[in-house]
Each structure stands twice: as structure tokens, then as C-alpha cells.
């Protein structure tokens, strides 16, 4: 199986020590979405644990961890997501330098292929203009040229729990994607679009996935059986993934964020998350349903020998 820690959450930010220990425990309790009574076991071991797929925006925290996590055998890569937007936007991240700074040390650890960059969402306003966002991705560019093999775009969406937020007009959206692919053709940083919203290959955007089948098996050494994942949309590459996170548990206080609905379960979250916890706000309630979800390892054979 593979594990997506997580598009819920930050867990390399907030959680790292808490991760660390359920990989030691060998497995993770993840309350279902729509119903807190009902909870996921997840047995975690490297044999069924084909690779994690860590989402985060500062994985500082997580970085006196790694070894660790590398002496107990299990595999992964980091999607960094790394944008410009001041605090007012993004209100509780590290001043940028010290995000870019990170990353460079995390791709220096790992590899720059264990190190996808995200620029998402990009949004247009009258502070944080079309060129705005281009001559900050140029700059990004050229700062993190060499510490990835691939940039994933993504375009702002409008969500229910989010009014503020308006979706941008596609004649916009073909402007940002031809100048941000000129740009990454110029410092050598393939470009990728996340989802099949918009087609963007006569732009010399191809398509991707965050949780990728073929860069899975690039960097484990072993190919994998896996289908595309049934619970994410449509319009989304990713294959089949357990997501251990919980929502209204980070605390970057992005505006845009999707996985944050109400603030007083931010709080109560936060307040009730412990390291040694099975889960990653508290304990089980009292009648807690828990369903088995560990699933089997998707490995189906040895492409060749890669150091890790």
C-alpha cells in the first residue's frame, strides 16, 4: 500500500514526532472524514508499505528525523509546496528564504528526485498580479534549480467553506501556464500540471500525478500494481493511496486552505494531539468503531538494485 501523510494536514510541519512513533508502533488510527466514531487501523511496516508520499510546506521539523525513519526501512519522497505569498496569505510559514533554504537541505539529504516541488495554487489579485507571479516563479527557478526534477502547477479553486476564493478565467490561466513553462524551459526545471482541468500541452505542460506510480517505482527500485485512486476526483492522476491525516489539524493558516473548515475544531485539534497517540488528535471514543485497512504491498517485482 502506499500512504499519503497527508493532503489533510501538514504532518512533516506539526506532527514529524508523532509520525516517527507510529512508524515505530507499526500502525496509525485514521478517523473516517464524515464520521469521528468510525476509525481506519492501518498496519505499518516496510513490507506493506510500498512508499509515503509526504505533503508539506516545511518539512524543517522532520529533517532530524529521517534517518531514523530510513533505519527502520520504509521508502518516500516529499511534495514541498513552496509559493510566494506574503503572510497575509500564507499567515504562519517561515519567511520565504528560510522555506527555500529547507528545501534546499531536504533535496540535499534525499535527492532532488525524492523532492517534487509544488507552486499551488496560484492565484491573481490586484496584489499578486500575473507578472507578480511569474517574476516570482523566475526567481524560484533559478534559486531551486538542481534541487528538483520536476515543478507540479496547480491553479486556485473555489470550494464551498471558501466564497472569497473565485476560480480564474482560463484566457488568465493560459497566460500564467505560457510564461511559467518558458521560464522552467530557461532554468532547466521540467514543468507539470496537476490535474486534467486543463490541457495545457500545446503549452509544453504535461500532465502529472503528486502520488505517481512511475516515479514510485523510479525511486523504490521495484514496480508496482496500482490502480488510480477512486477517491479522489475525476480530474486527478494520483494512484491509490491510505491517507492517515486528519482535517482542522494544520496551523499554517493558509486562506485558501481546503482542509481547514472550522477554527474551534483547529483548536480543539490541536489541543488534544498528543506524539504517542495512536491517532492524530487524541484517542479513539468511547464505542469507536475500528475497521481494518491495511492493505496489501502493490510490489510485483525488482526493476534493479538503487541505492537508497
Not at 472569497?164 to 482560463?170: G, Q, S
Not at 492522476?237 to 474551534?264: E, F, L, P
Not at 483548536?267 to 491495511?294: V, Y
Amino acid at each position: 500500500m502506499i500512504i499519503s501523510a497527508s493532503r489533510r494536514t501538514d504532518i512533516p510541519a506539526f506532527y514529524s514526532e508523532w509520525m516517527l512513533a507510529r512508524l515505530k508502533a507499526g500502525e496509525v488510527l485514521v478517523p473516517y472524514p464524515r464520521n469521528p466514531e468510525r476509525l481506519g487501523r492501518a498496519g505499518l511496516s516496510p513490507d506493506n508499505t510500498d512508499c509515503i508520499m509526504f505533503w508539506t510546506k516545511n518539512p524543517a521539523p522532520m529533517l532530524d528525523k529521517l534517518d531514523h525513519i530510513d533505519s527502520l526501512g520504509f521508502r518516500y519522497y516529499f511534495s514541498f509546496t513552496v509559493t510566494g505569498y506574503g503572510n497575509d496569505i500564507e499567515r504562519n510559514l517561515p519567511p520565504k528564504q528560510e522555506v527555500i533554504e529547507t528545501f534546499l537541505r531536504l533535496s540535499e539529504r534525499i535527492g532532488p528526485k525524492r523532492v517534487d516541488w509544488r507552486f499551488d495554487p496560484v492565484l491573481v489579485d490586484s496584489t499578486y498580479t500575473v507578472q507578480w507571479q511569474l517574476d516570482t516563479f523566475g526567481e524560484m527557478c533559478r534559486k531551486l534549480r538542481g534541487a528538483t526534477e520536476r515543478c507540479i502547477i496547480n491553479f486556485i479553486k473555489p470550494y464551498r467553506h471558501l466564497p472569497h476564493i473565485r476560480e480564474l478565467d482560463i484566457a488568465v490561466i493560459r497566460e500564467l501556464a505560457a510564461g511559467m513553462a518558458a521560464i522552467a524551459k530557461e532554468h532547466e526545471v521540467p514543468i507539470y500540471n496537476c490535474t486534467d482541468v486543463w490541457d495545457l500541452r500545446d503549452l509544453d505542460i504535461s500532465f502529472s500525478a503528486c502520488i505517481d506510480r512511475a516515479k514510485i517505482e523510479e525511486i523504490c527500485g521495484y514496480s508496482i500494481d496500482v490502480k488510480k485512486d477512486p477517491g479522489q476526483p475525476a480530474v486527478c492522476r494520483c494512484v491509490q493511496s491510505i491517507d492517515i491525516g486528519m482535517y482542522d489539524t494544520c496551523a499554517h493558516g493558509c486562506t485558501y486552505c481546503y482542509a481547514i473548515a472550522s477554527r474551534k475544531r483547529l483548536e480543539q485539534n490541536l489541543a488534544a494531539h498528543r506524539p504517542g497517540a495512536r491517532m492524530l488528535a487524541g484517542e479513539p471514543p468511547p464505542g469507536a468503531e475500528i475497521f481494518d485497512r491495511t492493505g496489501p504491498s502493490h510490489k510485483t517485482g525488482q526493476l534493479e538494485f538503487m541505492e537508497y
